[in-house]
């Protein structure tokens, strides 16, 4: 086929199209999803007064005293034993006055992002163990270098909208340490927004002050939030969990905006029937939302509903599955059908080495999960192994992969122009071809993305090449990213204040 | 996670599950498409006007001198120099007598699979010049052996739901015997539908002659027709081909339901801005149905039209891009519209390995087109190299990655019982997990694909089993098949009297 278009084309105007700049990204992140929809509206509905029915018949067990105050001032109502029970008009007070769309800063306003409406962004959220070694192509504990180096090679991957500590830092032993050196890390390194766990309430304060130091003085970072951070404040099924709840309640009185994640798993801690298992998990994000409402109504918090599949056979989790897409995408669905910031995983895998597996359960689930209009897609790069391990490898390809997805979502721009009668008018009455013509340098930047890793070589140049994979070329860029990129984003000053007052490691 | 899970559930329990039969296939092929929807109908009806505008205004060039009496018979007008231009009434009495649904039959009638609706089949379409080899890694020509054996290693991959020839016989020289060696080697090694393409006109006759011998007789293969035709009757843009408008008409008379093809490329053979694309590839489409109407009005016709895309940087034909997903999408969603039974390409990937790339490519093509809901995703199975290749190992990889497209396709089932308002009720008020309960039990075969290839062991077990990538367990799976699975669906006489008649190779 190549050799047929290139006789047409001729090579002059081959070589004008290749030195052609390009004008703009054609799919820049933040492409609007939601032509993806799994679920029908009758069945939107059936999952949520599902949700309803499970908050307000048996709603929410060990609720933290705190909180219990605060949800029976907001309506909720005494149950059985221990339970409180969320009356439908609480919930729905609560996502009346929820943030529908907010600003997730970046320390450099230009990386900034809109969560909200059909926005769909990658970033990360991972809190792998292990990282995959360039060296040895193996797994070993993850180490604070390894975030470090993770943080900075992200910095430069445009699609990684936001970064997530992808893995923990095995290495720190302390949590205090862990939590500190973690958001350093991230500061470092990086000026997108960034997002942390706190391990517990107490460690919010000091790492808020920390933030300050970066955000240039006492109570600036509060003004412009760059970190959020990510809590499971409820455990499946429909209970809370004591100190997320306290973190919660630390984020909120410093104002760090939250993902709330429900991570509940199929036929485990929910129902391995999809739908019940997607009103439960509904039901328990929205037990998160209920509790932001009670604390401080309409505070920012990504509706982060992600159904997390087990393999039943070994009780195993997996990130790889079409259950896994498909699921995703119906929360997706879901919370942007509430109009709720939606937050889901995708673009995780079960496999251990970059490779085909890799990239099938990568593609699909991320796919599905954007096409549906997942506004932030967490664990979406760098992610392998079924969340246990995190490979500088993966990250550069799934930045790529992104591209590719976007442009997807993108769609096709239906206008007159775009219809082209007269071109091909032209075209066919003419020179029986397009290349060359206006219409096709116009639209070969404009609408098209090139791969920079993606090998579309003929058989022949590719093996006289060495005849690489992925995986290589994917080595040889983040190589390439780590020797040459070397940010430091928290000037003199700062670095000195923050190690006189915390165990930089 | 997998520890808290096993701890809950119990080893015994774990095991009783392992040890349940799969009651059901969860996502055999054929599950339904159509929830993806890359266009809205607004432009649906704008990209169809458009076509419906080049054909009545441009019409067809080249348009051979029988084909020409009967579309002149049938409704068309002459235009300007020696070209035919097709009335809107024309076009619509086409679409309005077309054959929306039909069977295409296997040999074994079991195999047969009902073209049309929503219904999502892959299947394969190359016809790949170069074979990877399994032992250097490496492209290598295409046989005729490489062809034997894509069939009889297809031939158990339940996801391949027909087989066309994957890979042309680069050493079989002379078209007719190619053409016939071809056909052979289909009938030979597999009882699924097939499909093939005809050199010339002239070889169809003698190859039906071959078909009724596998039917059982002469005139009994076109009573039930077990091998459809891949005939691409319109060069882009908007002209016929002679030698395949002349396969079209044998294939007509001799009762062989086509797939006919239009292949055009953006920016080469066709618009490069994505709308005009599809406005004159549906064109083009439309001129096969209206020349299948003109000659014999519903002829089964799979409306195949495959968007192609270049990369404009160098001409070459790239099937790898998020531009291929979204146009094959379209183009499904289109067919499927107008109520014609749909063809699309995908699966398509430009890596020459079987790794990363390829996967991503794979799974993002391929579940944009069955989402949108391709009726026959052709190229679909076992093709590499921007098409040029063909991969035994491709070939198995793809077949487990359909099942996790059809996992997502088959949707959420809500109802009541899905739903399990009960069962959440009875896992909250009592042992608050769902391991080993009903709900659980029905579902983890009914609900969940288990895959075979796809390895979801932790990376210590990995690395302790040779921490293999996909491409290498693929080898093993793709070589014990072929040591393995020799069938010989031609009897001895069938076999005899053809050997009798042909040139077999």
Redesign the interface.
Known sequence: ??GG??K??GRKE?LA??AAKPLIDP?PPGQLGG?????EDH?LR??FQ?AL??LS??GM?EVPARLRTDLLAAGAKQASGDRLCFPQKLVEAAIASAAKSFTFHGRDEQRSIVVGGDRVYFGTGGAAV?TLDMET???RPSTLADLHNFARLQDVLQNVSWFTRCCVATDVPDNFDLDVNTVYALLKNTTKPIATSFTLPEHVSPIVEMLDVAAGGRGEFAKRPFLKAHISPVIS??RYGEDAVGVVYECIRHKIPMTCITAA?A??????????F???SLAETLASLVMVHAICPGFPMIFSNWP???????????G????T???N??SAQLTNWLGLPSGVACSMT???????????????TS??AA?AGGNLIYESSGMT?????ASFE?FV?DDE?H??????L??????E?????E???D???GE????GCE??Y???ER?????A????????T??QNG?????GR?RERATDILNSHHPVYLDKEEDRYIRSRFKIL
Chains 1, 2 share one sequence.
């Open positions: 086929m190549a278009l290139r047409r084309g081959r199209m290749r799919c032509r993806y929809r799994p679920l069945e059936q999952v599902t029915d499970l018949h048996l067990g292990q192509g193996l797994y099924p429909l798993q036929g485990a801690t929910a129902p391995a029937t999809l739908a019940g997607l009103a439960q997390l599949v087990v393999d039943l056979r070994t009780g195993a989790f997996s790889g599955g079409g259950e897409a498909l699921l995408a119906a079960d496999a251990k080495a970059v490779d085909a597996q890799a990239g099938v359960e990568k593609g699909i796919l599905a096409l192994a079924s969340l246990l391990g993966a390809l992969m591209s590719l997805t976007y442009r997807t993108r769609g096709i721009e239906v206008t122009k775009s219809l082209a009668f071109t091909i008018r075209a066919v009455l029986g071809h397009f290349l219409n096709t116009q639209a070969m609408d098209y993305f090139y791969p890793l993606a090998d579309r070589d003929e058989p022949r590719w093996a005849a690489q994979d992925a995986w994917a």
